[in-house]
């Protein structure tokens, strides 16, 4: 979210079903309301797409996008990542540096 404010070309990587924040604004003790105001805020200046991690083409999506990124931060907990054909050895290959 920083990032973003500061200028920086965010994108959200989310499950084809989307993020589970986009839910959050209808479990109380959330004030009713039309709109999801904490998912607006927490994703202000990023741009998203949706990846099938558990998809074959997910490897080829994200190491495209990690060989154009600056900077990736990955909050994928630990289990879940080592579960997948993706992770961060796979992601380094062929990437200078």
Avoid: C
């Avoid at 965010?10 to 604004?25: A, C, F, N, Q, S």
């Avoid at 607006?40 to 991690?53: I, Q, T």
């Avoid at 994928?76 to 080592?82: I, L, Q």
């Amino acid at each position: 979210m920083i990032l973003s404010d500061f200028g920086a070309d965010v994108i959200k990587v989310e499950p084809p079903t989307g993020d589970l924040w986009r839910m959050v604004y209808k479990v109380p003790p959330q004030p009713h309301a039309r709109d999801n105001y904490p998912w607006h805020l927490n994703n202000r200046n990023k741009r998203g797409m949706a990846v099938d991690l558990k998809s074959p083409d997910a490897v080829r999506i994200l190491e495209r996008l990690v060989r154009w990124a600056d900077v990736m931060i990955v909050n994928t907990p630990h289990p879940a990542r080592s579960a997948s054909s993706w992770n961060t050895t796979t992601s380094r290959r062929g990437i200078p540096g």
